[in-house]
């Protein structure tokens, strides 16, 4: 079975960080491609950051958001800096071959940026 945790949401103010985390079981974590989208109140799900060899960002969060992963500990990370209340939205981790279309996800944690 595999299963996508998510942590490390919560309310921060404008400015602030957060450092989301996804723990992955049941899938051979080093072989995927990790990705984290996110879905505002009212919007579509979008793409926000996908990790293999190499990185993937979003426009919007491209200088303020690093994706990063540890193999050894299946584990993928958001480093969220410089938030604004438009980053304000549930943040899903994601797995599979692609970017574009992840087999896996998470049941998602909620990042509320207040002004």
């Known amino acids: 079975q595999v299963l996508l945790v998510e942590s490390g949401g919560g309310l921060v103010q404008a400015g602030g960080s957060l450092r989301l985390s996804c723990a992955a079981s049941?899938?051979?974590?080093?072989?995927?491609?990790m990705g984290w989208f996110r879905q505002a109140p009212g919007k579509e799900r979008e793409f926000v950051a996908a990790i293999s060899w190499t990185t993937d960002y979003a426009d919007s969060v491209k200088g303020r958001f690093t994706i990063s992963r540890d193999n050894a500990e299946n584990t993928v990370y958001l480093q969220m800096n410089s938030l604004t209340p438009e980053d304000t939205a549930v943040y899903y981790c994601?797995?599979?071959?692609?970017?574009?279309?992840?087999?896996?996800w998470g049941q998602g944690t909620q990042v509320t940026v207040s002004s």
């Open positions: 994601a797995a599979g071959g692609s970017a574009a279309q992840p087999d896996y």
């Open positions: 049941g899938l051979t974590f080093s072989r995927l491609v």
